[in-house]
């Protein structure tokens, strides 16, 4: 593991519902040396099959979310593009690993992402891209878990975020899992190289 400092680092990851950002963040985890840690959001959504709460998300009734809301409790929160579901990210959670030395990572939308940067304007921030379009819609009727009309307004959500991507500070393209993986953890290297060096002078 390599030495961390005091402070960690925020890391901010988003991209299209079915890019795939779970299971390239999962191997990630596995591959990058650093002290990564995610972070959990917060969402009023249903769990769907094999999610386990405190684990995929916390999963809150809406009036839970509404009081933890009104308390502050969240970094950020929103209905992704005014879907039936609100999703956050508690504001406790990232605070006590970043003065843990931790990386934490959060994969949230581009609404709350924007949020996130305006209060830690040196977050690393990644979006991760599908090869195409058409492959991204062939991900999510892959999964089996939702309606057309939620398809359709997945492909609606995802070219919003498209168009909002380059707000981000790296662009990673998702045409291989292996290739995406080894990207982003070159970036966090870099990063934690560069900021080391930076500390030192």
Same mark, same amino acid.
């Given at each position: 593991?390599?030495? *961390? $400092?005091?402070?960690?680092?925020?890391?901010?990851?988003?991209?299209?519902?079915?890019?795939?950002? %779970?299971?390239?963040?999962?191997?990630?985890?596995?591959?990058?040396?650093?002290?990564? *840690?995610?972070?959990?959001? $917060?969402? *009023?959504?249903?769990?769907?099959?094999? #999610?386990?709460? &405190?684990?995929?998300?916390? /999963?809150?009734?809406?009036?839970?979310?509404?009081?933890?809301?009104?308390?502050?409790? /969240?970094?950020?929160? /929103?209905?992704?593009? &005014?879907?039936?579901?609100?999703?956050? %990210?508690?504001?406790? #959670?990232?605070? +006590?690993?970043?003065? +843990? &030395?931790?990386?934490?990572?959060?994969?949230?939308?581009?609404?709350?992402?924007? $949020?996130?940067?305006?209060? /830690?304007?040196?977050?690393?921030?990644?979006?991760?891209?599908?090869?195409?379009?058409?492959?991204?819609?062939?991900?999510?009727?892959?999964?089996?878990?939702?309606?057309?009309?939620?398809?359709?307004?997945?492909?609606?959500? $995802? +070219?919003?975020?498209?168009?909002?991507?380059?707000?981000?500070?790296?662009?990673?393209?998702?045409?291989?899992?292996?290739? +995406?993986?080894?990207?982003?953890?070159?970036?966090?290297?870099? *990063?934690? #190289?560069?900021?080391?060096?930076?500390?030192?002078?």
């Amino acid at each position: 593991m390599m030495d *961390t $400092a005091p402070c960690g680092t925020l890391v901010v990851v988003s991209g299209p519902s079915g890019v795939g950002k %779970t299971t390239v963040l999962r191997r990630v985890f596995r591959k990058c040396r650093l002290p990564l *840690t995610h972070s959990v959001s $917060a969402t *009023t959504r249903p769990p769907r099959p094999g #999610e386990i709460d &405190g684990i995929d998300y916390h /999963f809150l009734t809406l009036e839970e979310f509404e009081r933890r809301r009104r308390e502050g409790d /969240f970094l950020e929160c /929103f209905r992704v593009f &005014g879907g039936d579901y609100w999703y956050g %990210t508690l504001r406790s #959670e990232v605070t +006590a690993g970043l003065q +843990a &030395g931790k990386w934490m990572v959060l994969n949230i939308d581009v609404q709350g992402a924007l $949020a996130v940067k305006r209060q /830690f304007p040196d977050a690393v921030t990644m979006f991760v891209h599908p090869s195409s379009v058409d492959e991204l819609e062939h991900r999510l009727r892959g999964r089996g878990t939702e309606s057309e009309e939620a398809i359709q307004q997945r492909l609606r959500e $995802a +070219a919003q975020e498209l168009n909002m991507s380059g707000c981000y500070g790296h662009q990673v393209i998702n045409d291989d899992v292996d290739r +995406a993986v080894d990207e982003i953890c070159s970036i966090l290297t870099h *990063t934690w #190289e560069t900021r080391q060096d930076d500390r030192r002078t």
